[in-house]
Structure formats: structure tokens, C-alpha cells
């Protein structure tokens, strides 16, 4: 306990004595030996644990936590050690202020599960997140992470980077608070970027800031709280730099950035103006050249996207395709009635903490990631039926083959134009995808405004290189404002993180609770309930064959589940199946939605002679802890006619 505390007084009394007496330099061995002598660094190795394996992760069950509210997902402390030859930024989070949302909040009875705090933060390639914290107006962040501000490359002998070197890595440390509530509904609070470089002047490498986070989308002007964080260096600057040398660089890069960001605005405007005099009819179409993010800040939307490499996590396009469809879908929340929809493209971080967001957010990552596998991806921005505005991803194919993937649902549609020019006998291809019209497509390095005669998606010709048919923006002019050419206002993109649940426990839970609201449901209409284990084990043939065809296209294994179902049904029994699809892992919202069902309901309030019902979950887990879970109900029975 209190380790940094005992190891100061130490070094104090240890300066006391041994300096006193002639001036002489105290060594780090001195130090170190006065330790030693008063069994501190014995204390200390006791407490750290090396773990020399990643793999090693011992299956023990978690224990009851002692708190009120429970962790969902158990940190996992990554054990690392101290690399002397690399600095570090120790961020300190030492509790929240002012979070005036909840003055009201009552508090929460023991035993109780009350709405949570969680933190999550990136900074150059590394991803942290806190322990969640009860939500309260003062809330009890006491949490420290170890940023690692710069690596020693080969070449430089892997010396130690000094204060001016460090000046110039401007990324912000970007932090993304998430509220959880009682039924596992996370929200977005405040999205900040935190300037960290105030350390490199302060006094002793250790500075105190209070951050005032600001909420998202409508509320991108109101404080949502205030957060007090204690940044300090690791190891220590041998040389701080003055504050008026940090002011002039922060001045310098804020005045770069925003001449780059000018003269883009100009283009842009010149580039519209242009777009509308080939047609009037062209100010209708949907070409979106900015958008807001969470903070309500205007980006040039290709800055939303660049080549996202998943490391092991993901194998193919197909797979990524699907893991971003299991990500929850919900419109940015609008207050009040109206109607309209709200513009907010998140960043990939708050995106991903959160584990659900917009379309937009979806077709973002989408790209971003089929980008990541080397094929020429797109988004496209336009309507669906009724109207109503829609983006989604095209990618084209060497031989120009165009297809169409939705990020919401991992379905991919080929796209062949319709020739409205042809013979009418002439067949023409039925258009199976959603979409109606398109306004523009862009990536990372291109931007093309549709100027054929009609925006239907139908009669639309995908090539871009046609200058009559696409109206391009300059590439200059995009990497000007977009990385890798320019320090962008939009973060670098995070790395995506692995699943932290278990598919085996997690598909247990979700089971046995479908069984007991199975076995209260009919007891309320007065059933009795016999579970038949060999049938419910039966269906997880199906349940894996299913997810199998979202994540591939390819079914496989149908025969043998169908057979295998024949044998466990005798002669003169009707069996009954209803598989379901979720991505949240709540199995009481899950039951209601499948009893809205008619098949599902009919399976669940089957009456009749030897009526045996069987359940199977299985949950498939994706990259940040986002899961597919499949759900089948089933029943047996005598038909008696």
C-alpha cells in the first residue's frame, strides 16, 4: 500500500543523513541500497507479479466483488516492465467534479447494480481503459496509466529522448468517458483530446490540470463535468523547456493547421460552386464534403477514413464485414421531437468504447478496414427507400466489377447498371440492394461528386475515371487536410482490441436464464416445462452454420443437423425450430423480442401430449468485446390430430 508514499520518506531521511555530513552526490545505488536496507524493494517484489507467458491466463472464476456495482468486463492488468531507455507520461485520473447530471442521483442500495463511469483512452497506438466507477456528481476516478511517449529506434543507440524532441509528437492523448446503465445501455458522455505537453515545462516533470469535458452532439457547448489529472514524466527531464517555448509551438502548429484547414474551405467552395453550375438540379444530391463529430467540430469527411490494419484479429474482408455488423446501430440521440436527424460522425474511439453508433460510423470503419486488406473501397453517401439519407461501402474490383456492402448488416450486393437506353426487349438486371440514390463517394485519398444525368443508383456508372460522370476533387487538395500528408484535426486511429468475453460463459448465462423465463412464462399460463438436454445440444449445429453463412456466404452442414434431428424426433411427434439473431447479450430483452414473435411464441407456449422444449445460445465473439448471439428455441411433441 501507498508504495510511491513510504519510498519518498525514504528517500528523504536517506538525503537527511548521508548529505549532512560532507556534500558529496548520492548515487541511484545509494538509493537503492537504503532501500534495500529498510526492506522496501523486498515489500514491492513480493507484491509484483511476473507473468512470462501472455498466454497463461488462469481459468479461475471471478470472485463476488465487493462493491456495489458490478465490473461487466474484469480488467485485465497487463503486467509490463519499466523499458529504461523509453520515456513514459504517467496520467493520473484523481476524481471527477461537477458532473451535475447526476446531483440527483440516489444512492444506490447495496447489493444494488448502479449506472457506471469508465474512461478509455488512446494515445500513440496504446489503449487504456479505467476501472468503472459509480456514477455520482463528484465521481471517485483513481486511476493511473503508463503512456509510452516515445520508443528508441535502432538508430539513435536507443538513447533518451530530450524535452525538444518530445515537443514535437503532437498527438493528444484522446479520452472518451462512457456511461453504462443498469441494463448494460452505454451512452457517450465527453470526448476530449488532452494536450499533454504542458509537462515538458512544468516544474519537478510534474503538472496538475482540471479538464472540463465537454458533452457530445447538441450538447457539444455544455460542461458535462470536471476531471482533475496529475501528468508526470518517467524518467525524469534532465531539462525543462520554458512555457513560452511550449506557447509558441502549440501557437505555431494551431496557426498551420488552421491555414490548411482555410485554404481547403476555399476549395471546397470553389469546387461546389463548379458542381452546380453543370446542373441545377445538382444542389439536391447528397454531396457531403464536411461533417461534425461528436464534439460538434467540422472535418472534411475523407479525414473519417484511412487503411486500418486488425493485426490477428480479423482474416478476411468477409470477417471484418460482419464483425462491424454486429456493432450496435443507433442514431445520434436528438432532444426533443421534429424529426430531423442529428449529423454526428463519431471518431473511431468513441465509436468503438461506446460499441454502437450511426450508420455513417459503421461505412466509416467499414472502408477503413477493406481498405486495411488492399481492396479499393469507397463510401457512398445517399438515400435508401423513402428517402431517407443512407451511407454505405462500394468496393471495385480490377475488373470493374462494383460491389455494394452494407455495414449494418454484412450483406454484399453486385451492382450492374440499368440501361435505360437499350431495346425494351433487352434484359435488364433486378437490383436487389436497399439503395436509391447516390450524391458522392470518397476515401482516403479521393472524393468524386456524381454528375450523371440521374443520381439513381440503378443507372449509376461506377467509373470514376470518367470526368463527364464523376466530378473529382484534387488529390493535393484532400492530403493537404487528410494524413498521412498533414497532421490532421481528426485523431490517428486506434488499434482495435481483442475480445474480453468468454463465448463459453457468456452462451451459459444467457441459456440458463432463457430457460427459468421459459419455465416462468408457462407456468404463468399454467404449463408445466420438461427441458430435453439431447435436442438442445442438437441445435448447435445450426446456430454455428448460420453464423458461419453471415460471416462467409458459404452454409455448410445442414444435412447432418436435419438428420440428427429425425433420430432425436420419434415417429408421430412434430418437431418445431426458431433460430434468432442478436448483438447485445441481454437475455430478458432478448426473451420479449422473440415472444413478439408468432412462430417463436407458439414454440415457447406449445401445449400438447409429451411436449418436451429445448433452448441453445451461442455467442460468437468479435474484436471490442462486440458478440453475435444466436438463439434457437425448439420443441417436440406428439401430434395428436
Known amino acids: 500500500m501507498d508504495v510511491h508514499g513510504r519510498i519518498r520518506e525514504v528517500l528523504a531521511e536517506t538525503i537527511r543523513e548521508e548529505l549532512a555530513p560532507e556534500h558529496q552526490q548520492l548515487s541511484t ?33 471471478a470472485p463476488k466483488p465487493s462493491t456495489h ?48 463511469f469508465t474512461l478509455c483512452l488512446h494515445f500513440r497506438n496504446q489503449r487504456f481503459r479505467s476501472k468503472p466507477v459509480a456514477c455520482a456528481c463528484d465521481p471517485d476516478f483513481r486511476d493511473g496509466f503508463l503512456l509510452e511517449v516515445h520508443k528508441g529506434s535502432l538508430g539513435d543507440g536507443s538513447k533518451m529522448v530530450d524535452a525538444t524532441t518530445m515537443l514535437s509528437i503532437c498527438d493528444p492523448v484522446h479520452m472518451v468517458l462512457i456511461k453504462t446503465d443498469t441494463f448494460g445501455e452505454t451512452t457517450l458522455v465527453a470526448s476530449y483530446f488532452l494536450e499533454w505537453r504542458s509537462v515538458l515545462a512544468a516544474e519537478n516533470g510534474i503538472t496538475n490540470v482540471a479538464v472540463e469535458l465537454l458533452g457530445v452532439g447538441t450538447e457539444s457547448k455544455v460542461s ?97 464485414a460482419r464483425f462491424v455488423s454486429v456493432l450496435g446501430y443507433e442514431r445520434a440521440p436528438v432532444i426533443g421531437g421534429g424529426g430531423g436527424k442529428q449529423e454526428q460522425w463519431c471518431t473511431l474511439l468513441a465509436f468503438l468504447c461506446r460499441n454502437k ?36 461501402v462500394m468496393t471495385l474490383g480490377t475488373d470493374g466489377a462494383v460491389t455494394f456492402w452494407e455495414s449494418l448488416t ?68 484532400i492530403k493537404s487536410v487528410c494524413p498521412p500528408g498533414s497532421t490532421s484535426s481528426v485523431p490517428p486511429f486506434p488499434p482495435l482490441c481483442d475480445s474480453t468475453i468468454d463465448a463459453a460463459i457468456a452462451s451459459n448465462e444467457i441459456e440458463l436464464q432463457l430457460r427459468l423465463l421459459v419455465s416462468e412464462h408457462r407456468k404463468d399460463l399454467g404449463l408445466s416445462t420438461v427441458w430435453d438436454d439431447h435436442l438442445s445440444y442438437l441445435l448447435s449445429p445450426a446456430l454455428a452454420a448460420y453464423e458461419l453463412e453471415r460471416a462467409t456466404s458459404i452454409s455448410a452442414g445442414n444435412e447432418e443437423f436435419q438428420d ?70 425448439a420443441c417436440k411433441y406428439r401430434s395428436v390430430l
Open 69 to 116: 456495482f458490478i465490473d461487466r468486463e474484469p480488467p485485465v492488468l497487463k503486467k509490463t516492465n519499466i523499458d529504461p531507455t523509453r520515456r513514459y507520461l504517467y496520467l493520473q485520473v484523481l476524481g471527477g467534479k461537477a458532473f451535475l447530471e447526476h446531483l440527483q442521483e440516489p444512492e444506490p442500495l447495496p447489493g444494488q447494480i448502479c449506472s457506471t
Open 29 to 61: 545505488e545509494d538509493l537503492i541500497k537504503a532501500l534495500r536496507q529498510r526492506g522496501i524493494i523486498d515489500d514491492v517484489m513480493k507484491e509484483l507479479k511476473f507473468v512470462t507467458d501472455g498466454n497463461e491466463k488462469e481459468r479461475t472464476s
Open 410 to 477: 454484412g450483406h454484399r450486393y453486385i451492382h450492374r447498371p440499368i440501361k435505360p437506353d437499350d431495346p425494351p426487349l433487352v434484359e435488364q438486371p433486378k437490383p436487389l440492394y436497399p439503395y436509391r440514390t447516390i450524391g458522392c463517394v470518397f476515401n482516403h485519398q479521393k472524393f468524386f461528386g456524381n454528375c450523371q444525368p440521374s443520381d439513381a443508383v440503378e443507372v449509376c456508372v461506377f467509373d470514376l475515371h470518367d470526368g463527364s460522370k464523376w466530378k473529382p476533387m484534387s488529390g493535393e487538395a
Open 357 to 392: 453508433g450511426d450508420c455513417e460510423d459503421h461505412a466509416n470503419l467499414l472502408c477503413s478496414l477493406l481498405l486495411g486488406f488492399g481492396l479499393e473501397a469507397f463510401v457512398c453517401v445517399g438515400t435508401k427507400g423513402k428517402g431517407v439519407p443512407h451511407s454505405w
Open 224 to 320: 458535462a463535468g470536471v476531471l482533475n489529472i496529475r501528468l508526470e514524466m518517467y524518467p525524469q527531464l534532465d531539462k525543462m523547456l520554458s512555457p513560452e517555448v511550449i506557447n509558441t509551438q502549440f501557437a505555431l502548429e494551431r496557426q498551420k493547421t488552421a491555414e490548411k484547414e482555410r485554404l481547403f474551405l476555399v476549395y471546397a467552395k470553389q469546387w461546389w460552386r463548379e458542381y452546380l453550375q453543370i446542373r441545377p438540379t445538382h444542389s439536391t444530391r447528397l454531396v457531403k464534403i464536411f461533417a461534425q463529430d461528436e464534439n460538434g467540430v467540422n472535418h472534411p469527411v475523407c479525414s473519417y477514413i484511412r487503411p486500418l490494419r486488425a493485426g490477428r484479429l480479423l482474416d478476411t474482408p468477409r470477417q471484418a
Open 564 to 633: 440428427a434431428v429425425r433420430r432425436a424426433v420419434p415417429d408421430g411427434h412434430t418437431f418445431k425450430g426458431f433460430p434468432i439473431h442478436f448483438v447485445y447479450r441481454n437475455a430478458r430483452r432478448a426473451f420479449a423480442t422473440c415472444l413478439r414473435s408468432p412462430f417463436c411464441e407458439e414454440i415457447i407456449c406449445c401445449t400438447g401430449d409429451q411436449v418436451r422444449l429445448a433452448v441453445r445460445v451461442r455467442v460468437f465473439a468479435y474484436p471490442e468485446s462486440a458478440c453475435a448471439v444466436w438463439i434457437m428455441f
